[in-house]
């Protein structure tokens, strides 16, 4: 559990909050006059034109009581930390980040849109805290962190990234971290392990470029079909998609035939820079570390095995330098896919 303590607001604070206050204030003012001002131009009598449909009326009142009500919420969270004077400062080490990608609606069907929102969390000491995008970008997992916050609002006042105790100060020197990066991995022999994961990498590359040109090349056999297949010309810019599909698969597998032909792997030596987790309410929740070779997907078990600082040995393909797997420090091979 993260250290808590309780502290008066400082100036800062408070500014920030009044801030904060005052936008909560300005935000509903300005929703009300954009709302009458667009039915002034599109009903020019508001009264006749929805006074006799009772229906449209309540729903309208029971919008406008929710919309107000969350507001009024936020207003009175702010204005109580402001007239009790006091914050939480939680002090800890950053054991995790997640990021929780919700989409709502549709870009299909009725022609509804998509609304995409992300939201930030920091885990310290593995408690959960939500935090804005600044915070959650300014520090890496492992750092040590002070972060003020106002406990009814939630809302984080300061982040700061201080030393690690003396105790845990153990960072390799930069001339042993440049002499690890720059140690040459001699080129391995595939095993049977890799044979299989270099198929998988295969199939799951011809699923998705199938996926995305399926649509596009279903409209040209039913215009086909149809008679119509003069009209397709008009539609020529839409063929650019599984063109593009087509080449990018023709592609992929000449790397496939070629990478099982060569018979070897090439290793990349790596430190891990970051960690982070990425939930979803339309895709499968993904594990990421960050590496100074790039960006990985892991499974959840090779996630919580690494620490920030590792070094790792990644596992490429020799043509299209795809990831195949890692070699951890203590020499278990783990396959990315």
Known sequence: MPLKEKLPLEPADIK??????????????AVIGMFLLFISFVFKDFKNSFAGDAIVLYVFIGFCLFFFGIIAYMIGTTAIDLRRGIKHRISG???????????????????????????YYLYVDDEEFSVDYREYTKVKVGMHVVMDRAPKSKKTLSLETI????????????????????KRIPHTRYSQKDIEALKRIWYATLKRRLYVAAPFVSVGILLWMSGLWGFAVFLFPLWVVPLYQGYKLFRSHGNYRRDTLSAHKKGVAALVEDKLTITSNRRTNANRIRTTAGTLVVNTVLYDKLSVGDGITIFKTQFGDVPLSLLTMDQEECYLV
Request: glycine residues 8%; proline residues 8%; charged residues 30%.
């Open 16 to 29: 920030k909050l009044r801030r904060q206050l005052f936008a909560m204030l300005v935000f509903p003012v």
């Open 93 to 119: 080490k950053i054991t995790d980040k997640r990021l929780n990608v919700q989409t709502t609606g549709s870009g299909s069907g009725s022609g509804g849109k998509a609304r995409t929102t992300r939201h």
């Open 163 to 182: 030393p690690r105790p003396d105790a845990e100060m153990v960072p390799a020197p930069n001339s042993e971290r440049q002499r690890f990066l720059e």
